[in-house]
């Protein structure tokens, strides 16, 4: 079975600073791993993915993660954030090669850019 | 750029009644999913379906669900009898042969009062 931890309820954070949102994952098999995020009152938007290859992936809106497999982790980085980034960031694993591709997520980290 | 689109944006309905919430999946998508998302928690697996049958359904999945695919756009996720804690976003998401990569509709929130 697979879970996701993200730590961090809630992010507050001053424009243009960076920021970083931590994921970390247990996993028995190798994940892909996802980030999503979630403006108020929207759906689930896919910002980034690990698939496999390069360890450091970008997404969009100036995101990137990087994946670290000894550290079981997937953090969410951001060098200046913007008023509009504030939302819902979601870390999500699917086992790799697994029947359907489920997603588990994590509860989910608010990102709250104060200007 | 194709989306996934879900109707209705909002349901309220009463206890015991049932409801169909619909989403019309990327066009050349194969596997179809539903999640929900109760206030304030998480976003949880629901079922998967592939090849007009379901694939993979989580605990919380029992006899109140349901999916089809009535034809070739829609799927659909029918509660036969609502509960109280029935209440929730629930998101419809697909994904392509890859399968690796899902793509979520903007939710439908419903209400059971």
């Known amino acids: 079975a697979q879970s996701v931890t993200q730590l961090d309820s809630q992010v507050p954070v001053f424009e243009e600073a960076p920021v970083e949102l931590r994921c970390n994952y247990s996993?028995?098999?190798?994940?892909?791993l996802f980030w999503y995020v979630q403006y108020p009152n929207q759906g689930l938007q896919l910002l980034l993915k690990?698939?496999?290859?390069?360890?450091l992936v970008k997404g969009i809106n100036g995101f990137e993660a990087e994946f670290n497999k000894s550290q079981t982790s997937f953090h969410l980085r951001k060098p200046s954030v913007h008023i509009s980034d504030t939302a819902e960031y979601f870390c999500a694993v699917t086992p790799y090669g697994g029947a359907t591709n489920k997603l588990i997520f994590g509860t989910g980290t608010l990102l709250a850019v104060q200007p | 750029e194709p989306e996934v689109t879900q109707t209705p944006s909002h349901q309220v309905t009463q206890m015991g009644q049932e409801v169909i919430l619909r989403c019309v999946p990327i066009?050349?998508?194969?596997?179809f999913y539903w999640y929900r998302q109760i206030l304030g928690q998480k976003v949880e697996f629901l079922v998967s379906?592939?090849?007009?049958?379901?694939?993979?359904k989580s605990e919380i999945f029992d006899d109140q669900f349901s999916v089809e695919r009535p034809d070739g756009s829609n799927f659909t996720l029918k509660i036969r009898s609502t509960k109280l804690e029935d209440s929730a976003m629930y998101f419809c998401?697909?994904?392509?042969?890859?399968?690796?990569?899902?793509?979520f509709g903007p939710g439908t929130r419903l209400l059971v009062l």
């Open positions: 066009s050349n998508h194969l596997y």
């Open positions: 379906f592939y090849n007009n049958e379901i694939s993979e």
């Open positions: 996993s028995s098999v190798s994940v892909y």
């Open positions: 690990y698939l496999s290859g390069s360890t």
């Open positions: 998401a697909s994904s392509d042969w890859g399968k690796e990569t899902q793509y």
